[in-house]
């Protein structure tokens, strides 16, 4: 069993030059690697000026070595959630350089002299990450070093014995706090070896979970969709403990979890800005909430959850946005969040209450409600339809399935705040943390988007079904009297779509045999076929229908 050392000492003390770090098909990536790497990027972010640099890396390995490197080169580290162009047009004006998988980025020095290092100092400010508002923009929070220390240690003191000799992997991604926290800086700082590729598919899961003794590091949009028609029996065998983080998961993928898993998960509570609050296991459905050690809760009628711990930047009291109640056994049960009452039309509308009303009824699975920042107020639903949904979507059309849901809020709200807009998804949109952003549902009532139903999707390919309406804005002008959709909306869709299926990069380089052969008009129901190759950087695509290929070519990105 190693000895957990703190993250500010874990360099300057070292560990065994042949212990595991890191694991990656087949092959261990041992301490003395890991010191090598991290002097490499110790040189070269000491050979930089500004203090601010963006980090962004598929590889958990690499990127906790650039992250160690920065920390002794003095530098604070951004981590952005993702390297969309956009997201890095926003950080250029924040940060003084890149690294990573990240464009004109900073490389770590590869003949770096194996120098000593110092301690790091608690107090330092050594981590800004992003969450979404209530508005759905980012908002940066910074982390001291001592607070990430904290963390760790309570994690360490409440389920550490029970992963001696387990090696860790992630569904999440280590660009957020749950799963930087989880996946890979605990694991660091207790001697525990971490996977460097995050788990992507069901698949695959089933897979390494089954190789040897291990934890998984998980979100409820992960856990809840875990097949039955796969053999889990390996996984139960060899995984010690299941955690799930990132948003509320519903009871029957508890259920689910236990059945196909053999353990039932282990669900946290927090927040980028709280960092852990609470835990439960729900072994019966009532479960309720426990305070992490050196956690105090302050919960009050008509007002949210307050805390105060270690894992925060100062001592005061935190004010949280969620509603919560004590049980009698000391554990607390949440009940929505304040920040999700929202007024329209005058009048104070709880989606939350909205959301439980039209879950209640049948039609539907999933659903989250939302106030689009139009010129004028409007509430949307984006939504899962259930069995019974999906028969009334297919039998009567979808202005039968908004009337049917208009009128089970009938009695909750009244008719001028009823939603107005829907999206009917297989499956709602989830980021590489698991979460299901305010921004990307959003991003679904873009007017220029098509309607877009997922057929398949694995780590190297999808098909999706499209739907260009007469009503989009592609059509205007291009032709008044025969309209039909531009090429360069056809590549700009295949692009957008790869983007929120695979981890493309960043800068677009070039397009390879490119070619338009029928045109798409108003209304066309067309197929979308994605291949993704990551050792070229090459996304090809193919839009097809009945009628045969109506565009195709390669795109080609420029290589991290």
Request: net charge neutral; glycine share 8%.
């Amino acid at each position: 069993m190693s000895e957990f050392i703190a993250l500010g000492e874990l360099m300057s003390r070292g560990r065994p030059a042949a212990l595991p770090v890191a694991f990656d098909a087949g092959r261990d990536l041992c301490f003395g690697e890991f010191r090598a790497a991290v002097s490499g990027w110790q040189s070269a972010f000491r050979r930089q000026p500004g203090k601010r640099w963006a980090l962004y890396s598929g590889d958990a390995y690499a990127c906790a070595s650039a992250l160690f490197g920065a920390w002794h080169a003095g530098k604070t580290v951004v981590l952005p959630g993702d390297a969309q162009p956009e997201t890095l047009a926003r950080l250029a004006h924040e940060v003084d350089g890149f690294a990573g998988n990240l464009p004109q980025a900073l490389v770590p020095d590869r003949d770096a002299p194996d120098m000593p290092f110092a301690s790091l100092g608690g107090d330092e400010p050594v981590l800004q990450l992003y969450t979404s508002g209530s508005s759905g923009e980012p908002v940066a929070i910074g982390k001291q070093l001592r607070q990430l220390d904290a963390e760790l240690l309570t994690l360490q003191s409440c389920w550490g014995p029970s992963l001696v000799d387990t090696r860790i992997h992630a569904s999440v991604s280590h660009q957020h706090i749950y799963g930087l926290l989880f996946g890979l800086l605990w694991p660091l700082a207790a001697g525990r070896a971490f996977a460097v590729q995050r788990l992507a598919f069901p698949e695959e899961m089933a897979q390494v979970l089954a190789e040897r003794p291990c934890a998984v590091v998980s979100s409820p949009a992960h856990l809840k969709r875990l097949p039955q028609s796969l053999d889990w029996t390996g996984a139960q065998k060899q995984l010690r403990m299941v955690f799930s983080s990132g948003g509320p998961l519903p009871e029957a993928a508890v259920s689910l979890v236990r059945e196909l898993l053999g353990h039932a998960p282990l669900e946290i509570y927090g927040s980028s800005e709280t960092g852990g609050i609470a835990w439960r296991q729900r072994h019966t459905a009532e479960a309720g909430w426990r305070a992490l050690p050196g956690v105090e809760l302050r919960i009050e009628p008509a007002a949210p959850l307050a805390l105060r711990s270690a894992h925060l930047p100062d001592a005061d009291w935190f004010q949280g946005s969620d509603r919560a109640r004590w049980l009698a056994d000391g554990s607390f049960l949440l009940e929505g969040r304040s920040d999700r009452i929202v007024k329209l039309e005058e009048k104070r509308l709880s989606l939350d209450a909205m959301e439980r009303q039209l879950l209640a009824g049948g039609l539907l699975d999933e659903l989250r409600l939302l106030v689009l920042d139009e010129a004028r107020a409007t509430l949307a639903g984006v939504a899962v339809p259930s069995a019974a949904g999906q028969h009334l979507l297919q039998q009567d059309g979808k202005t039968a399935l908004n009337q049917a849901l208009r009128q089970q809020l009938s009695a909750l709200v009244e008719p001028m705040a009823l939603p107005r807009r829907w999206r009917y998804v297989a499956a709602l949109p989830v980021n590489s943390q698991g979460k299901t952003t305010q921004a990307q549902l959003a991003a679904l009532f873009d007017p220029r988007r098509p309607c877009v139903k997922l057929q398949h999707h694995d780590a190297a390919s999808a098909s999706l079904a499209l739907r260009f309406d007469a009503d989009s804005p592609y059509f205007e002008g291009h032709f008044p009297v025969a309209p039909i959709l531009p090429g360069v909306a056809q590549v700009e869709w295949a692009i957008r779509l790869g983007r929120e299926l695979f981890d493309l990069p960043a800068d677009f380089l070039r397009m390879e045999a490119l070619k338009f052969q029928q045109v798409i008009r108003p209304g066309a129901d067309i197929l979308l076929d994605l291949q993704w190759q990551a050792g070229k950087a090459t996304l090809g695509f193919r839009l097809h229908s009945p009628a045969g290929t109506h565009a195709g070519g390669r795109i080609v990105f420029a290589a991290p």
